[in-house]
Every structure is written in structure tokens, then in C-alpha cells.
């Protein structure tokens, strides 16, 4: 059946139908985890808990052979169609899909495969199988995920403007199951209205992760690496990711960039500066130029770039390092001039 329109994937999610399969990869783990347990909700509906209707084989029980084909012949005690998950499939398991699609069964297989090469075996075998579904799970651009940040919210009964959403999607990451409570807590902060402001969202995201995150780009952009290299291992430790660093650190170079050309003025950007940061943010607008904030933000894009093409975490962390450490040795020797 190969890959599926995204246009259709929302609807195929809540009725996958008869299709036997379903193989969900890409660099976004959190949102084939999410729409893997949709599409076992949508079969299972209220049976989500019945051990006789949700079989989950581990990598290793998977590969083994027959074990995949068997736990889709297989019939649940308590009637209904099954649901076989499999959370980390490789090209392994690729000649047990193979044989388990030969074999009668009506259950339907949800495997989660991650970074799957265009030739992976696993992959190659499910887009060219017609009765197997492939939905590719990438990380959403800034705009998107602001976009998935609105409708999250809308689900909640809240909403925000334009600019709340992106300030919050350069500080909330692309964990969905993490984004799915950050959105809960900020719709049940939100006023009579359902409207999250920019205090409401300053209240609920300016703390952990992103509080060390906000430093260390504020640090960084005045001059002071070694702040911010102290607070950007703070915003490692608290579970910030390389993607989320990038896209938070270009974010922020726009916004320098953005009151730099409106002559120096931070009073007038929305989302507003958050207040404790904003004497560093100030100061960073008196050191850089708007010709240099271009040029970091050029290379920060780049760097964003890199981070998706480039399979290893530690490779990410490096480039998200390089990129905060360049901001504070110009910012310095900016300062110096």
C-alpha cells in the first residue's frame, strides 16, 4: 500500500480498516509512540487492558521465527480483532513481517521503527506490500509544531495567539508525550476564556529545562560562555535534546535580530522578554549588530539542518554546543571592539 498521503493520516489513524500492518518510522519517536497507541485505541477501543487483545513483543521475541506470524494468527479468547505491537523493529524483522503477512490472521501488527533508511529491508518490504500501511513520523518544523501546540490546546478548550505559540514551540521540544502535559497544565492555567497568554505561558514553561535553556542563550549571546556552557549542561541534565537547543538558539538570534532592526527596542517584541532575562537581552542587543545576528542565524539554520540528516545523538549535542559556544566567543569579541 506504501506511504501514506499526510493528508490522510488523521483519519486512517481512528480507522486503519483491514489493513494488516502498520510501520511507522522516522527521527520523531515520540510521535510514532503517539499514534501507535492511537491506532491500538482504535481497534481496541475499550479493551485496551485485555492481555488476550494486545500482544507487545519485545525486539528480540519478534526476530524469532514464527513468533511475529503466530501472534497474528492468533485468536483472542475474548473475541475481537487483536492488535500485535512491536516498539523497536528493524531489518530483522523484516523476513518475520514477511511471514506473518503469508499467514491467516486478522490481528493488525503496529510497528514503531525509527530512523528506517529509504533501503532499509524492513522498509522496502512494507511499501511494496498492499495490504501494510508505512506513515512516516519526521519532527515538525517550528511552525508546525506550533500549529500541533494550537490544536493540542483546542482539544483542552483553550487557545493562544500566533506569537504565545511560537515562543512555546521553541521551548517545549517534540517529546509528544512531554508536549501532551505541558499543553494540560498550560490549558488548565488558562483564564475564564481558555485564552493562554504570555504570562500563562511564562509561568508554566519558563522553569526547568527551559529556564536553563533561556540562560544559557541569554549568557551566551552577552559574552559569558562560561555561563552559559554551566547552564546549557543544567538544560542536558534536565532533558533538553540537540533539536530542541538549535531551535530554541535561532529563535532566539531572530528575536535579537528582530528588535536589532526595530532600532534597539525589546519592549516592543511579542511574546515579551521574560523580565528576568531581559538586562541580558538588552545587552546583547548593545553588542550585536543586525548584519552578525543574520550571520549566526544563517548558520543556526544549517546547524538545524544537520541535526535531521545526522543519525547520532552525540553528534546532535556536539552541534548544539558548537552553536552556543560561537555565540559567545563573537559576543565577547564583539564586546571588545
Avoid: Y
Avoid at 516498539?87 to 499467514?103: I, Q, V, Y
Avoid at 537581552?281 to 535531521?308: H, N
Amino acid at each position: 500500500m506504501a506511504k501514506l498521503d499526510p493528508k490522510r493520516i488523521a483519519a486512517f489513524l481512528d480507522n486503519p480498516g483491514a489493513t494488516r500492518a502498520v510501520l511507522l518510522h522516522g527521527d520523531d519517536a515520540g510521535l510514532a509512540r503517539e499514534r501507535a497507541e492511537q491506532l491500538v485505541r482504535a481497534v481496541l477501543g475499550g479493551a485496551m487492558d485485555d492481555p488476550f487483545r494486545l500482544a507487545e513483543l519485545s525486539r528480540e521475541e519478534a526476530a524469532k521465527p514464527g513468533a511475529l506470524a503466530g501472534e497474528a494468527a492468533a485468536l483472542a479468547m475474548t473475541g475481537g480483532r487483536r492488535v500485535v505491537r512491536l516498539r523497536e523493529a528493524t531489518d530483522a524483522h523484516a523476513t518475520p513481517l514477511k511471514d506473518a503477512l503469508a499467514s491467516a490472521g486478522e490481528a493488525l501488527l503496529v510497528l514503531e521503527g525509527g530512523e528506517l533508511t529509504a533501503r532499509s529491508k524492513l522498509r522496502v518490504l512494507a511499501e511494496a506490500a498492499p495490504d501494510v500501511m508505512v506513515i512516516a513520523c519526521w519532527r515538525e518544523r517550528p511552525e508546525e509544531l506550533a500549529g500541533t501546540i494550537g490544536r493540542m490546546l483546542r482539544e483542552h478548550g483553550a487557545q493562544a495567539d500566533a506569537p504565545v505559540l511560537g515562543w512555546l514551540a521553541a521551548r517545549l521540544g517534540e517529546d509528544r508525550l512531554l508536549l501532551r502535559r505541558a499543553v494540560e497544565v498550560l490549558a488548565l492555567h488558562a483564564g475564564p476564556d481558555g485564552q493562554v497568554d504570555e504570562a500563562a505561558a511564562m509561568a508554566c514553561v519558563a522553569e526547568g529545562v527551559s529556564a536553563d535553556l533561556d540562560t544559557a542563550l541569554m549568557a551566551a549571546t552577552a559574552g559569558d560562555a562560561l555561563a552559559a556552557d554551566r547552564a546549557l549542561d543544567a538544560a542536558f541534565a534536565e532533558g533538553a535534546n540537540a533539536v530542541m537547543v538549535v531551535r530554541a538558539t535561532l529563535r532566539h538570534v531572530q528575536r535579537l535580530h528582530e528588535a536589532s532592526v526595530a532600532g534597539g527596542d525589546s519592549s516592543a517584541l511579542r511574546p515579551p522578554v521574560f523580565f528576568r532575562h531581559k538586562p541580558a537581552f538588552d545587552k546583547a542587543l548593545r553588542i550585536w549588530p543586525p548584519a552578525a545576528l543574520e550571520a549566526q542565524g544563517a548558520a543556526l539554520l544549517e546547524a538545524e539542518r544537520r541535526t535531521k540528516t545526522t543519525a547520532f545523538r552525540e553528534v546532535h549535542e556536539t552541534l548544539a554546543r558548537a552553536g552556543i559556544a560561537a555565540l559567545a566567543r563573537q559576543a565577547a569579541g564583539l564586546a571588545r571592539r
